[in-house]
Every structure is written in structure tokens, then in C-alpha cells.
């Protein structure tokens, strides 16, 4: 059985792909942080590291780069809430094999995990997946969208529910950080929690806040965006019982 270590901060993300990968079969291990992954990467051996690019304590890209110079050659996937082809090039660039964008189904995630163990994966050229596409743009998206949540985990409705309770958790605290780093003024902040919030967004399906956080990530110093953030991240929350029956 394979072993793979899963480096994301976000719970949401962190759930629905931890699950997906020990369908491989495998035991994965996780790690929310840039020392948390190093710590484990270091004294465990791993068939493959899966390594969000964006983490509170530094970048996956560095990550990776600290544990090459160590000499350890164990292939890396890159995944991220990034959906710009040049972010999913430079991540290529900085050595991942293969770069995703989250949301990803299932059978994709497996899939580029297993391209990943392929033993010559590093000889081969570089590749990244397309992410799910968007079902609506603009203020009349929906705030839940069953169907993109279900193409997001397989189908599997039962996973729907419990990565929402999970994600809808986390709102409160979100909100309060975006909030207070708008108001000290600090773009790097917000832009980060944005980040992990845009991945969850697409493995439930909250698809109104999916977008506007993508706005705000844009323009995280913009009065209008942020106020539109805020009130539609109040509105799912709010709504979250109704979805949760969806």
C-alpha cells in the first residue's frame, strides 16, 4: 500500500481530499503547515507528497524546494484554489510534477496521484489539471449549488453534507479575519484566507461566495467588494440548515 503525505491547511479541502486519497488504496498522513509537513517528510518515507501551494507559515513552493535541497527526490503534487494557468505554470516550474486546481473530483484526484507514482513521473513532461468549471458567473449564482458540489465528491450526497457542516464551521472565524485584516490594511492576510476559503467553496458548493471571494482576492483593499463579501458570507451561513437538506 502506498503511503502519501497531504499537506493542506483548510479542514474542508483537507476532509474531502484526505478521503479521496485513501481510496488509492493508501494511509495518508496529513500536515497543515509548512513545519508540520517538513516535520513528517523528514523522518517518514512517503511514496508521493501532496502539497498545497499556499500555507499559513510559507508557500508550498518553498516547502518543497527546503526538502529537495535535503537531498529527498519523493515526486510532488501541487494543488491549489487557483484557477489562472500561469499560477498552475509556476508551480510546475518550482518542480511539482503536476499542479491541480480545487475543487477536483475524485477520480481526477486519483488519477493525478497515480501519474505521480508512476516511478519515471519525473522524466515525463509536466502536466496540470483543468479545474471544475464555474455553472454560473455574476450576482444571480445561487448561494448552494447541489450539482457542482456532487460532481466535486463523486456524487456521493452523504459526503455533500458532512464537508458543508464542516466548511460552514469555519465561517465565523473567517469572517472575523478577513474583517479585522481589511481594516489593518493587510492585503497578504486577507488574500490567504480568501485563498483556503475558495477551495472549500468548491468542494460544497457555495458558489455565490465562491465568487465574490475571487473578486475580493482581486481587490482586497476595495470598500464595495469586501462589504459584498461579507453580506454573502452572512447569507450562506444564514441559509446553511436549508442547504444541508439540499
Not at 517518514?44 to 507528497?49: L, P, T
Not at 508551480?91 to 475543487?103: D, T, Y
Not at 489539471?129 to 450539482?147: F, H, K, M, T
Amino acid at each position: 500500500m502506498n503511503r502519501l503525505l497531504l499537506v493542506e491547511d483548510d479542514p474542508t479541502s483537507r476532509g474531502f481530499l484526505q478521503a479521496a486519497s485513501a481510496a488509492l488504496p493508501a494511509e495518508v498522513d496529513v500536515a497543515d503547515s509548512v513545519a508540520a509537513a517538513y516535520a513528517l517528510a523528514t523522518v517518514n518515507r512517503y511514496d508521493a507528497w501532496l502539497i498545497d501551494a499556499n500555507l499559513p507559515d510559507g508557500t508550498g513552493g518553498a516547502l518543497l524546494a527546503r526538502l529537495r535541497a535535503d537531498g529527498r527526490t519523493t515526486p510532488a503534487l501541487a494543488h491549489t484554489a487557483a484557477r489562472e494557468r500561469r499560477e498552475l505554470d509556476a508551480l510546475r516550474a518550482e518542480g511539482f510534477a503536476i499542479a491541480v486546481s480545487k475543487p477536483v473530483a475524485a477520480d481526477a484526484w486519483l488519477g493525478a496521484i497515480r501519474r505521480v507514482l508512476v516511478k519515471d513521473a519525473a522524466s515525463r513532461p509536466a502536466a496540470s489539471l483543468a479545474p471544475l468549471p464555474d455553472a454560473r458567473r455574476g450576482g444571480d449564482a445561487p448561494l448552494w449549488n447541489r450539482e457542482t458540489a456532487l460532481a466535486a465528491v463523486g456524487g456521493d450526497s452523504h459526503n455533500v453534507r458532512g464537508l458543508r457542516e464542516l466548511f460552514v464551521g469555519e465561517l465565523d472565524g473567517t469572517r472575523a479575519r478577513i474583517a479585522a485584516a481589511a481594516i489593518a490594511g493587510d492585503q497578504t492576510a486577507i488574500r490567504g484566507d480568501l485563498h483556503r476559503l475558495r477551495a472549500g467553496c468548491g468542494f460544497v458548493g457555495a458558489e455565490r461566495l465562491g465568487l465574490a471571494a475571487r473578486v475580493l482576492h482581486v481587490e482586497p483593499m476595495s470598500a464595495s467588494a469586501l462589504q459584498t463579501f461579507l453580506d454573502v458570507l452572512d447569507a450562506t451561513r444564514a441559509s446553511a440548515n436549508v442547504a444541508a437538506n439540499a
